[in-house]
């Protein structure tokens, strides 16, 4: 039996090597049947990674280019589609127009790629047998793959030689045998590879790159940079509806290219925020202040809160345009909202109508503001909770500006609706389905005092507060969180919070 099972292996292999060769020289007509490259020609060339030179030609001699590597790599990946990333960022030595420009914008955006400074590419270059290394160590970690735990080889004779940038992708290809050097030790790390010696390299490399589809991935700019943060280290951020601009302005001022489920699309809302940041799910939020509920469930978890203003920020009451009522005191928002006391515009200096108060859910940013700086942790009345609650921030608008003509309760009413809002988003308010809403609304003084941008900044609004970074206070002094933190606090954060509507803390 061992012999006829030892026949039956030679055998097998005899045809396998017979099917090889004629299929290896079917193929390409300058690859001879006994070139140690042959085996690695074929599989590149049956898994469609590497194209000949021709139209029966491989040209195993030839250069293999970096447009050229990078081209393989793309093949061999599963998830090519690049259109969804954050947005083009190009290498300026990259003609769209050509056959490698797909592939180089693939790999820059994925992070396999990140050229040879001063943005460019040189893709027409050779690859060096480094760069190759550099490549498919990056398109490994890019993947998922496993990039520890080979045993430790004597390294090359002129590892030496190797750039300093290029050492640890290097020492990973030939720890696990991916790159072989020659009989003399050598590897020869700057020597340009031919396309032989690249398709022995994918040979050897694809059993260890056994998932193939590239992850999520942001790039980092010269901003990132001079703050201590990478694309890999970008902290978790969330936050309220109303800062939801001003963490994706952030996030864009420090990445120039991005995988978009990357890139913050909606925002928690500020009391989930908090539970997040106190379970430890993400990592700094742009918050109002904590409301007395928050500032309690922190304290029953053990965690502490660190709290950094950033931006200015004020609640404001809010009516319709036409209401001639032009201002409201804290007694009477108190006797309002906590007692139900007032239910007429008539005992605010306004018209004889019935005044409606609108009121926010629990866990919303202004009605932490209103619990806070208005009712200084009183309960809401429960009427108002529970006939007149609207539950998101453009709601609130709507509800304000047309409640009169069917609102919440969908009946016309000789009234007008009294609210409240955040002075920055509803300066800033855009998008407008209802059509025209913002036209139909107004602002309240309060205490005597106008909501303006300049009695947020002098104080004089006594309801000026504040959004805030906020962190947990066991966050490492060295942690990325806070250096964003301190990016906020910076000269260089004032524009982009100016550019979301928002007036600098400082």
């Known amino acids: 039996m061992k012999k006829r099972r030892g026949f039956v292996l030679l055998l097998c292999t005899a045809v396998l090597a017979v099917s090889l060769s004629v299929s290896v020289s079917a193929a390409f007509s300058d690859i001879p049947e006994t070139a140690w490259y042959a085996p690695a020609v074929e599989y590149v060339q049956e898994n469609g990674i590497m194209n000949g030179e021709g139209e029966d030609r491989f040209d195993p001699e030839g250069k293999m280019t970096r447009a050229m590597f990078v081209q393989a790599l793309y093949r061999m990946t599963e998830n090519r589609d690049s259109s969804f990333m954050g947005y083009w960022y190009d290498f300026s030595d990259v003609d769209p127009s050509l056959w490698y420009s797909e592939s180089s914008r693939w790999a820059y955006l994925t992070g396999v790629a990140n050229g040879c400074g001063d943005n460019l590419f040189e893709p027409m270059q050779p690859v060096t047998r480094e760069q190759m290394a550099q490549f498919l160590y990056r398109y490994a970690e890019r993947t998922g793959n496993e990039l520890s735990g080979f045993p430790e080889k004597p390294l090359p004779a002129d590892f030496q030689e190797v750039s300093a940038g290029a050492r640890e992708a290097l020492a990973w290809a030939w720890n696990c045998g991916i790159l072989r050097g020659e009989p003399g030790g050598n590897v020869r790390p700057r020597s340009g590879a031919t396309r032989a010696e690249a398709a022995q390299l994918l040979s050897n490399a694809a059993p260890l790159l056994e998932n193939r589809m590239v992850r999520p991935y ?81 304290e029953q978890a053990g965690v502490g809160l660190e709290f950094h203003k950033v931006a200015l920020e004020a609640l404001v009451f809010i009516t319709r345009s036409d209401n001639p009522t032009e201002s409201i005191t804290q007694e009477q928002a108190v006797s309002i909202y906590r007692d139900y006391a007032i239910r007429n515009w008539k005992e605010l200096g306004g018209p004889d109508k019935e005044l409606v108060p609108i009121c926010r859910n629990a866990n919303s940013g202004s009605q932490s503001q209103m619990d806070n700086l208005v009712l200084n942790g009183q309960a809401m009345h429960p009427e108002i909770e529970e006939n007149y609650v609207e539950l998101t921030m453009p709601g609130m608008l709507y509800q304000v500006a047309n409640f009169q003509f069917g609102g919440i309760g969908g009946e016309p009413r000789d009234c007008y609706a009294l609210g409240y809002t955040l002075f920055a988003y509803l300066s800033n308010y855009r998008e407008d389905p209802s059509g025209g809403v913002t036209e139909k609304l107004k602002m309240l003084s309060y205490n005597g005092v106008a909501p303006t941008e300049e009695s947020l900044k002098d104080g004089s609004y006594p309801l000026t507060d504040g959004y805030y970074a906020v962190l947990r206070k066991d966050t490492p002094e060295d942690a990325p969180a806070r250096k964003l933190l301190a990016w906020f606090q910076s000269d260089s954060a004032a524009p982009v919070i100016r550019s979301e509507g928002f007036l600098p803390a400082a």
Not at 245 to 269: C, D, I, K, N, Y
Not at 272 to 280: D, Q, T, V
């Open 218 to 298: 942001a790039r980092e700019n010269k901003e990132a940079a001079q703050w201590g943060l990478t694309g890999e280290n970008y902290p978790r951020v969330d936050g309220s509806t109303s800062t939801l601009g001003l963490v994706q302005s952030a996030f864009e001022t420090m990445h120039q290219s991005w995988e978009s489920s990357l890139h913050p699309e909606t925002a928690s809302r500020t009391v989930p925020s908090y539970e997040k940041l106190i379970a430890g799910e993400v990592d700094l939020i742009l918050v109002p202040y904590a409301s007395a509920d928050v500032l309690h469930v922190a």
